[in-house]
């Protein structure tokens, strides 16, 4: 059983920069891969990137594609998304989530372990 905890989050302008963490307790964190999701009020949770278990092979979704990366560190069990020129359409609650396997997903249902979620809001 793998438990995430985010933190980072919180309130920004337009254009700043924002970095999220998430860290991994149980489980073998090198075992999966991990993601971002987020979900705005009533829209669907969304996938904002996924990186593999070896940290070599990244995705990102089409919004925040050359805006945001995702990093993993498996010695120190942790996964940060580093979000730049941030847009007030960024805001939403985000979500760290490990997956099934160690291959990176869109997919929310490959993703059984979640994170409690952190809000970021950007505003103009």
């Known amino acids: 059983q793998v438990r995430l905890t985010e933190s980072g989050g919180g309130l920004v302008q337009a254009g700043e920069s924002m970095a999220l963490s998430c860290t991994a307790s149980g489980g073998t964190f090198n075992e999966h891969a991990m993601a971002w999701f987020r979900q705005a009020p009533e829209k669907e949770r969304e996938f904002v990137a996924g990186v593999s278990w070896s940290g070599v092979t990244t995705y990102y979704g089409d919004s925040v594609k050359g805006r945001f990366t995702i990093s993993r560190n498996n010695a120190k069990n942790t996964a940060s998304l580093q979000m730049s020129t941030l847009k007030p359409e960024d805001t939403a609650i985000y979500y760290c989530?490990?997956?099934?396997?160690?291959?990176?997903?869109?997919?929310?249902?490959?993703?059984?372990?979640w994170g409690q979620g952190t809000q970021v809001t950007v505003s103009l």
């Open positions: 989530a490990a997956g099934k396997t160690g291959w990176p997903e869109r997919n929310v249902d490959e993703y059984p372990f």
